[in-house]
């Protein structure tokens, strides 16, 4: 919706087309639903665009239409914008969303000028970022992301990612060691390798999928010194028992492992074994809806990260997980 006036402090009118840009009409399959909260803006060469939010929901292959959510929660989309008696017009001749729309560029234009360019938003989900990261610069890559007060370190051992124990679990809203990046496709891998020697049951290190405190999926190595095992674990909600979904046994001189957990829209693989060429699988088919906005609440998507926990706030870092790698690719 929009309205305008001359001064700041109104009167305001509403424009009589309103509202300016909508998808409520495009009903339970349309692939781009809850737009709103847009900002215009010119980009200095007499073109306008809205950049707004909005939401790709998706299920598995051949769902009906209520069991499409919402895994990446309000992503951020680009609408081209034109003018009219004073009215801005949002993605004129469709008044939609578009996976695409040209851009007319200028000889003095760093896109390539002059001629027309397309700029394409859905096909990953925003700006191009590194498939793999390995941890060798002394500070988290920009699309990387951490909570509250990290506890981790790019420098106590070169080429990794340390994690410590000492920390809350990722279940509680205080400190914990945690970093990951947003998911931006439906379909893709996350993985990652991790060295790892648990001092007892409480500890644990390896993935999570992460939506909140309250629904998330860890896949952990945990054990106690000298054996270790890999644990799918679901949180689905508050209050609510975290649930083993699939346990394995590790080789017992498997101090280093890989973890790898692949996504098929709707359906979650998990995978771990020494190395990225000898993995085995822990268990296939698990609902990934549970890390969806429409289940979990909020606005915000799930974050594909690695961890490490011992729920011991008042430990010294006794205790830690070395990621010397973590890859994330769309399928």
């Known amino acids: 919706m929009i309205a305008r006036s001359k001064t700041l402090t109104g009167g305001y009118a509403g424009m009589a087309r309103n509202p300016l840009l909508t998808h409520r009409h495009l009903g339970s399959y349309a692939e781009i639903s809850n737009v709103g909260h847009a900002d215009l803006f010119d980009d200095g060469n007499g073109r306008w665009y809205m950049v707004l939010l909005a939401s790709r929901p998706y299920g598995d292959s051949g769902d009906c239409p209520g069991e499409r959510v919402s895994n990446m929660g309000r992503e951020t989309f680009l609408v081209p914008v034109s003018w009219e008696n004073d009215w801005p ?3 004129p001749g469709t008044g939609m969303i578009q996976d695409s729309f040209d851009i007319p560029c200028t000889e003095t234009e760093a896109c390539g000028g002059p001629g027309t360019h397309r700029a394409v938003f859905c096909e990953d989900g925003g700006f191009p970022v590194s498939a793999c990261t ?3 610069a002394p500070f988290l890559p920009p699309d990387w992301l951490t909570l509250r007060a990290p506890l981790y370190s790019l420098t106590e051992r070169s080429g990794c990612l340390r994690l410590y124990t000492c920390g809350r ?11 990951g990046r947003r998911q931006r496709s439906m379909s893709y891998t996350f993985s990652c390798s991790v060295e790892f020697d648990p001092a007892d049951e409480q500890e644990e290190a390896g993935i999570v999928l992460l939506q909140s405190e309250d629904f998330q999926y860890r896949f952990a190595v945990t054990g106690e010194r000298g054996t270790r095992s890999v644990r799918v674990i679901m949180a689905a909600g508050p209050g609510i028992p975290e649930t083993v979904i699939a346990e394995k046994t590790m080789e017992k001189d498997c101090s280093v492992c890989t973890l790898a957990v692949r996504a098929d829209r709707q359906r979650l693989s998990f995978y771990a074994g020494p190395d990225a060429g000898s993995l085995h699988t822990v268990c296939t088919g698990i609902d990934a809806r549970i890390l969806s906005t429409e289940r979990a609440g909020g606005f ?4 594909l990260g690695v961890y490490a926990s011992g729920n011991a706030p008042d430990r010294e870092r006794a205790s830690h997980a070395d990621f010397f790698w973590a890859e994330y690719d769309s399928v």
């Open 300 to 303: 915000v998507g799930t974050v």
């Open 89 to 91: 017009v949002a993605a």
């Open 169 to 179: 679990t990722l279940r509680s809203c205080d400190s914990v060691s945690f970093a």
């Open 134 to 136: 390995h941890f060798t």
